[in-house]
Structures are given as structure tokens and as C-alpha cells.
């Protein structure tokens, strides 16, 4: 399996850690056969 994931780098200068993630939700989430593959979309309770 390969995995690919999308983000920004976190600079702790700039960026705040506000809140941390409590747990994540079925709401939205989806797995996908694409053309490039399969894709997962997963949304996280704050």
C-alpha cells in the first residue's frame, strides 16, 4: 500500500496549536476509486 498525504509544513513561530482533535466522525467521510487510484476523505471532530 502507498499513501499520499496533502498538508503545509507547521511553523510554531507563525502557527498555534488551538484546539486538538477529539475524534474522527462518519460525517463525510468517503473511500473512492478514482482514476489515480483509491482516495479517502476522513472529517475529524474538534
Known amino acids: ?11 510554531e513561530n507563525i502557527d498555534m496549536l ?4 477529539k475524534a474522527a ?3 463525510g467521510a468517503k473511500v473512492e476509486n478514482g482514476d489515480d487510484g483509491w ?3 476522513c472529517v475529524v471532530d474538534l
Open 18 to 21: 488551538e484546539n486538538e482533535v
Open 1 to 11: 500500500m502507498k499513501a499520499a498525504v496533502h498538508g503545509l509544513p507547521m511553523d
Open 39 to 41: 482516495y479517502a476523505q
Open 25 to 27: 466522525t462518519y460525517y
